[in-house]
């Protein structure tokens, strides 16, 4: 039957990889439920790792944020496109980089030079309303001078309370269109990006699960890396109907706020 089977299957969960944006919250209004759920993980010593394709801040400031709004969490705790970036380069022992991205950003990258002369790399992130052509030119011209292009993440659109938003994977095409070049990319549905998250979490893919309300990024990425993928109805997902060709994740939830009845219901 398919139901058993599917209960046979229930996965030996031990640990969650979160999406912040539109599942923690929307731009400044937390997500009723959110801060409370992160709170039980934490008192049922549940591992999570906050992952996040968020370039327009560094893991300090988006702590900072997240302390501010209620979330009792630690820097250890996030995992973000632009320190995955950081890793990778020294991983790579990278030395010069042009970094183009908005606020704190560049506090992840310290231990690079960071200059428009010769970079070994281009990294892209989402400039939002800072974005020039004059930028998007320098960019255009330093690759075509021979750097490589790394885009932080490759999303395609965001929510913000205003509506949807056109995030950097526009700018990281275009560019990639007109150098004839194709970028590496970090964040989230890289499966290097997810690899960096489980050893930093310290849990193989079969015990983790994804919660994203982005069905690329989170779901299909997740599950391309052989996590469980829950997608929460909040955020992107929030009033959209499923259409035809979206991803199906394992599970449904209407927001993080049902997770723990979900793990009480299927898991004590
Ligand atoms: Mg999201």
């Known amino acids: 039957m398919p139901k058993a089977s599917q209960k046979s299957e229930k996965p030996d969960i031990r640990g969650f990889l979160i999406d912040i944006d539109g599942v923690l919250y929307v731009e400044k209004q937390v997500i009723e439920g959110a801060v409370e759920t992160l709170n039980y993980l934490q008192r049922e010593k549940i591992p999570f790792l906050l992952v996040t394709n968020t370039t327009r801040r560094s893991r300090y400031s988006l702590l900072t944020n997240l302390n501010r709004m209620g979330f009792k969490i630690s820097l250890d705790q996030i995992f973000s496109a ?19 991205a908005q606020g704190d950003t560049y506090r992840e990258f310290k231990d690079f030079r960071n200059t428009t002369h010769n970079p070994q790399y281009v990294l ?4 939002g309303e800072d974005l020039t052509y004059e930028m998007l030119n320098q960019a255009f011209r330093l690759l075509m001078d021979g750097s490589e292009l790394v885009a ?3 999303n395609r659109y965001w929510r913000r309370s205003s ?8 700018i990281v095409a275009g560019l990639e ?10 964040g989230k549905p890289s499966p290097d990006f997810f690899e960096q ?3 930093t979490i310290g849990l193989p ?10 069905l690329e990024a989170d779901i299909d990425g997740g599950a391309a890396a052989g996590l469980f993928t829950i997608a929460v109805k909040t955020g992107k997902q929030a009033g959209r109907s499923p259409v035809p060709g979206d991803s199906t994740p394992n599970l449904w939830l209407d927001a993080i706020a049902a997770l723990p009845a979900w793990l009480r219901e299927n898991y004590s």
């Open 163 to 170: 509506g949807l938003a056109i995030d950097s994977g526009a």
């Open 124 to 127: 892209i992130g989402d400039l």
């Open 82 to 100: 632009p320190f995955a970036a950081a890793q990778w380069l020294k991983a790579n022992k990278a030395t010069s980089i042009c970094l183009f």
């Open 197 to 199: 998250a489980f050893e």
């Open 177 to 186: 269109y007109a150098a004839h070049k194709e970028a590496r990319i970090i």
């Open 152 to 154: 932080l993440q490759k």
């Open 205 to 214: 893919a079969q015990h983790l699960a994804i919660i994203g309300d982005d």
